[in-house]
T-cell receptor, first 114, second 115 residues
Framework: AQSVTQLGSHVSVSEGALVLLRCNYS??????LFWYVQYPNQGLQLLLK??????LVKGINGFEAEFKKSETSFHLTKPSAHMSDAAEYFC????????????FGKGTKLSVIP | GAVVSQHPSRVICKSGTSVKIECRSL??????MFWYRQFPKKSLMLMAT?????????EQGVEKDKFLINHASLTLSTLTVTSAHPEDSSFYIC???????????FGPGTRLLVL
């Protein structure tokens, strides 16, 4: 069984400040990990993913995440927040050994304060 | 690339009627599509996995006779909410499995309101 825990249902940062959204996972196999962003009343957009290889993954819009196996973490960061980053962020783990179903965390709402 | 559309984007219907939601992969073929339900301020709940040419696989607790899924082609899956009731009101999102298999590409969602 797989699970994802996102610490903090709501994170607020000032514009220009560092964004850090936390994600911890549980998986019985080497994980495939994803971050998605959802804007109000819209579907999910893939930010970045980790499957194998380099543990620091760069995504769109200046976001990056680092896979740390020892900490079972996949935290999302961005050096400088922009107003347009305000959205809901979901971390997910994939069942790549089976049907590739995604198990999502509960999401973190990011607010950016001007 | 990897664009997924959903239609309609919003639908209001009377209790007892059926509603069909379409999910299309526009620029790629998807053997597998997924249907999710999202409640306000909540995460996505997987309802079913839809495979082209075969019966959908439903998650535990999802009524297959109420939520009919058809995946008739490699670019189209449909979800029909039969005899809809107010408790079926929700945001329904589909995704299509990319050619790399590991990535899901999501549609924009369909807001269903049952009166």
């Amino acid at each position: 069984a797989q699970s994802v825990t996102q610490l903090g249902s709501h994170v607020s940062v000032s514009e220009g400040a560092l964004v850090l959204l936390r994600c911890n996972y549980s998986s019985s196999v080497p994980p495939y990990l994803f971050w998605y962003v959802q804007y109000p009343n819209q579907g999910l957009q893939l930010l970045l993913k980790y499957t194998t290889g380099a543990t620091l993954v760069k995504g769109i819009n200046g976001f990056e995440a680092e896979f740390k196996k020892s900490e079972t973490s996949f935290h999302l960061t961005k050096p400088s927040a922009h107003m347009s980053d305000a959205a809901e962020y979901f971390c997910a783990v994939s069942d790549w050994t089976g049907s590739y179903q995604l198990t999502f965390g509960k999401g973190t709402k990011l607010s950016v304060i001007p | 690339g990897a664009v997924v559309s959903q239609h309609p984007s919003r639908v209001i219907c009377k209790s007892g009627t059926s509603v069909k939601i379409e999910c299309r992969s526009l620029d790629f073929q998807a053997t597998t599509m997924f249907w999710y339900r999202q409640f306000p301020k909540k995460s996505l709940m997987l309802m079913a996995t839809s495979n082209e040419g075969s019966k959908a696989t439903y998650e535990q607790g999802v009524e297959k006779d109420k939520f009919l899924i058809n995946h008739a082609s490699l670019t189209l899956s449909t979800l029909t909410v039969t005899s809809a009731h107010p408790e079926d009101s929700s945001f329904y999102i589909c995704s299509a499995q990319g050619t790399d298999l590991e990535t899901q590409y999501f549609g924009p969602g369909t807001r269903l309101l049952v009166l």
